[in-house]
């Protein structure tokens, strides 16, 4: 890559929110360990830890902000989800911190807030020391005004709750009160914790469980959140349902369900519907960038649980597996099957008379039919387990077959195409080719091009002796 093109990702990357770059990060190093796209992982995270190394060197003599609800919030930040995703157990709507702090500031505990505003203005630029002490105490606070409406006592508290919000702000009070209640456990945890959870066999699980051995983090509300800590570590976060199986000593899903822990298996399966819920979109938009990925995490997810969990058809977990599948088996299928269509559209031989003046093929339809095709092969490697197995299978058989036929006869056309048609005919031989090189690989497709170019050389020979 050009000096010019680094400047201009490394400007793009600076650009970013500070949690976008480290979503950023953690997905190329986890791209990395895959070894997948390792010259592109590289080069973004050079640029990355370049921009966090100095925004971090920048920042380090001031670490002060004047948004003193960032402060309070930073310890809920991994927990976090944005507008319009579906949340589960252990997660908290993004959307609703605006309304908790307004709340706060209006009927929780105004007069401390107006106390730490006061107190930030007036430290020294260097305090970064005073600034997380200041922090630790507006989450103590926070948690004890959260605390004292939603605990026990007091009375009816309905009319108090609902001047903090709509029920699904209701329900994130409870939650981010519960998070900065227990900040300082959750902290120990995540120092405790592995950067990479890269495998997840008997060593890691060990380790695992010893770092969740905390009595404030072992509470029915608290170790969901405690495991989603442990998932964002995992290269494979299905498998945290290893957690549960371990803790249960069985993979029968009526005594994993009994334990705590089962609530893992929630997280595994919620998970695994939102990764299948990106690639629908993405398939509806056809962004095929990320396919390959989000299918092996679907397949290997889906599998996991299914060879690693005793579960029953007729049970909730057992259904939204099946559930799972069957979305996603209809949204490849429905995919898949129309497939060969856009390619016959592209590579059809209509004879001259009904080629038009002027008649061009697309070359953006080229592309996105040559990543469709692309698509189709992908899902052949994870066809069994998501249940579209039969339809890939003849759908990629069909299209070698037909492509390679109609590529040989498209070349042979060449050699007597009107000069009115003959650039229509080109671009369809070219477009061939670009199929080719899916279906069939670089040598075959670099054969079928030096036969095209043959085939128009002699045809053209053959015009000028004519003349």
């Not at 893992?264 to 695994?272: K, S, W």
């Not at 029953?312 to 429905?334: E, V, Y």
């Amino acid at each position: 890559m050009s000096q010019t093109s680094i400047e201009r990702l490394r400007e793009y990357l600076a650009q970013l929110p500070p949690q976008s770059q480290a979503l950023l990060m953690r997905e190329f190093e986890r791209a990395l360990e895959r070894g997948q796209d390792t010259a592109v992982a590289t080069l973004v995270l050079e640029q990355l830890r370049k921009i966090v190394r100095k925004s971090e060197a920048e920042e380090a003599p001031a670490p002060r902000t004047d948004d003193l609800s960032r402060l309070l919030f930073q310890a809920l930040e991994p927990f976090l989800v944005e507008a319009g995703a579906p949340i589960r157990v252990g997660q908290i709507r993004r959307s609703s911190l605006q309304p908790i702090w307004q709340w706060l500031g209006r009927d929780g505990a105004p007069d401390k807030l107006n106390e730490f505003e006061v107190a930030l203005a007036r430290m020294p630029a260097d305090s970064a020391g005073q600034v997380e002490a200041l922090a630790q105490k507006l989450q103590a606070v926070a948690a004890d005004a959260i605390f004292t409406l939603t605990g026990p006592g007091g009375g009816d508290k309905s009319r108090a709750l609902a001047r903090v919000g709509p029920p699904n702000v209701i329900e994130d009070l409870y939650s981010a009160g519960a998070v900065l209640g227990v900040r300082e456990a959750i902290a120990t945890l995540n120092e405790k914790l592995p950067r990479f959870l890269r495998a997840f066999g008997e060593p890691q699980i060990a380790s695992v469980t010893s770092a969740l051995n905390i009595p404030a983090l072992q509470t029915p509300q608290m170790l969901p959140f405690a495991l989603s800590i442990v998932v964002q570590r995992m290269t494979a976060p299905w498998q945290i349902i290893r957690l549960a199986i371990k803790i249960a000593a069985s993979d029968d899903e009526i005594r994993v369900a009994a334990t705590p822990y089962g609530v893992a298996v929630t997280i595994a399966l919620h998970d695994l519907s939102c990764v299948a819920a990106i690639l629908r979109a993405d398939i509806k938009r056809g962004h095929f960038e990320t396919v390959a990925d989000n299918l092996k995490a679907l397949h290997d997810g889906v599998r996991g649980l299914r060879t690693e969990l005793d579960l029953r058809n007729d049970s909730a977990w057992g259904k939204q597996l099946t559930s799972i599948r069957a979305d996603i088996s209809n949204a490849l299928q429905s995919e898949i099957d129309s497939v060969p269509g856009r390619v016959r559209r592209i590579l059809r031989q209509r004879p001259e008379k009904d080629i038009p003046p002027g008649a061009r093929v697309d070359s953006t339809e080229v592309e996105e039919t040559a990543a469709l095709i692309d698509f189709v092969a992908t899902c052949r490697n994870y066809a069994s387990e998501l249940a579209i197995n039969e339809v890939t299978l003849r759908t990629y058989s069909d299209l070698q077959q037909y492509v390679e036929r109609s590529t040989e006869q498209l070349v042979q056309s060449l050699r007597a195409a009107d000069h009115k048609v003959r650039t229509y005919r080109q671009q369809q031989v070219q477009a061939a080719i670009r199929f080719c090189q899916v279906l069939f690989g670089d040598d075959y497709a670099s054969l079928m091009s030096r036969a095209a170019e043959n085939a128009a050389t002699g045809e053209r020979s053959k015009s000028s002796r004519a003349s």
